[in-house]
């Protein structure tokens, strides 16, 4: 029932760059702001970026976020084994069934 | 220190009403523009949001879920409680209750630790 859509894995040694992609559509994406999560397993998510490109207090500069039309981008640079998790897109939907959406989902593996 | 904490049943019959309780500190649902939503993930797949309620009591539900949801919270508690009707085996999953600040926009700064609800005979 994801709206949006993510490739399902993604990953780089350490030390190298990663970015997960986030596509969506004019009521979504394209219209709101995107935030992205971090899932480590068992464990709850874990707000990384919001308003497309801000980092909550405590998450490191190695996280980056941005947004292109109904598209939107989460980069990892300097990758570590503690950043192994699912990564999550959300936005709002602006449709007549207007809601919070989520992405597929993104398993970072750190080889 | 903001905390969301979910409880509620481990294990529910099909067909029976779920209730949920999301006790949560730190900040209070009656802050102009806070709200507070359900989310749940089922076992290996992806998130789901389920409903939102805000400081004013508007509601918004899930179009897939609106017909057996209901959000409803009480400020003097700090509380917010979602009702899941007709319980399905594939309503398995993790629930996690979830803040949104104003100041997050759209996103949930905060998450619950998250409850595993089992549907099963």
């Known amino acids: 029932q994801s709206v949006l859509t993510q490739p399902p894995s993604v990953s780089a040694a350490p030390g190298q760059k990663v970015t997960i992609s986030c596509s969506g559509s004019s009521s979504n994406i394209g219209n709101n702001y995107v935030s992205w999560y971090q899932q480590l397993p068992g464990t709850a998510p874990k707000l990384l970026i919001y308003?497309?490109?801000k980092r909550p207090s405590g998450i490191p500069d190695r996280f980056s976020g941005s947004k292109s039309g109904t598209s939107a981008t989460l980069g990892i640079t300097g990758l570590q084994t503690g950043d192994e998790a699912d990564y999550y897109c959300g936005t709002w939907d602006s449709s007549l069934s207007a809601g919070s959406v989520f992405g597929t989902g993104t398993k970072v593996t750190v080889l | 220190q903001v905390t969301l904490k979910e409880s509620g049943p481990a294990l529910v019959k099909p067909t029976q009403t779920l209730t949920l309780t999301c006790t949560f500190s730190?900040?209070?649902?009656?802050?102009?523009?806070?709200?507070v939503s359900w989310i749940r993930q089922p076992p290996g797949k992806a998130l789901e949001w389920l409903a939102r309620i805000d400081w004013d009591d508007d509601k918004f539900y899930s179009t897939s879920l609106k017909t057996r949801l209901t959000i409803s919270k009480d400020t003097s508690k700090n509380q917010v409680v979602l009702t899941m009707t007709n319980m399905d085996p594939v309503d398995t999953a993790t629930y996690y209750c979830?803040?949104?600040?104003?100041?997050?926009?759209?996103?949930?700064?905060?998450w619950g630790q998250g409850t595993m609800v089992t549907v099963s005979s």
């Open positions: 730190g900040f209070s649902l009656s802050t102009s523009a806070m709200r």
């Open positions: 979830a803040r949104m600040p104003m100041t997050t926009s759209d996103a949930f700064d905060i």
């Open positions: 308003d497309n490109n």
